[in-house]
Nanobody, 125 residues
Framework: QVDLVESGGGSVQAGGSLRLVCTAS?????????MAWFRQGPGGGREGVAA???????SYADSVKGRFTISQHNGKSTLYLQMNSLKPEDTGMYYC??????????????????WGQGTQVTVSS
C-alpha cells in the first residue's frame, strides 16, 4: 500500500509559476518504482503530464515540454512538479500516481495502482 498526498496547487495568472509536491509513504528508494503527474480538466479525461522512471529519467507530455520539470527527492519519498509559464489550458486537477512494480514510467493512467486525492490548479488569462 502506498499513500500519496499532493499539495501546492492554487490560482495564478497566465505566465506564473507553481510547484506541486507529492509525498509518498512509504517511499521505495531502492525498488522499481515509477511516479507520474496527471491532470484532469473540466469534462475531460485524465492525461499524463510528466513521469519519472525508477532510475530518475523524466518524460513529458508535448504540451508541457520546456515549461514543467518533474523531480524526486528524499529517496523517492517526495515528487515535485515545477510548473513555469503557466497557461489557461493548464487548468485542472493534478494527481500524483505511483507504481512500485515498474522500472519504466508511462503516461497511461491505467498502468498506475496508487493515486493521490489531487490538487487544483487554476490559471487565469
Amino acid at each position: 500500500q502506498v499513500d500519496l498526498v499532493e499539495s501546492g496547487g492554487g490560482s495564478v495568472q497566465a505566465g506564473g509559476s507553481l510547484r506541486l509536491v507529492c509525498t509518498a509513504s512509504p517511499g521505495y528508494g531502492y525498488s522499481p518504482y515509477v511516479m507520474a503527474w496527471f491532470r484532469q480538466g473540466p469534462g475531460g479525461g485524465r492525461e499524463g503530464v510528466a513521469a519519472i522512471d525508477a532510475d530518475g529519467s523524466p518524460s513529458y507530455a508535448d504540451s508541457v515540454k520546456g515549461r514543467f520539470t518533474i523531480s524526486q527527492h528524499n529517496g523517492k519519498s517526495t515528487l515535485y512538479l515545477q510548473m513555469n509559464s503557466l497557461k489557461p489550458e493548464d487548468t485542472g486537477m493534478y494527481y500524483c500516481a505511483a507504481d512500485p512494480d515498474r522500472y519504466v514510467a508511462t503516461m497511461d493512467p491505467d498502468e498506475y495502482n496508487y493515486w493521490g486525492q489531487g490538487t487544483q490548479v487554476t490559471v487565469s488569462s
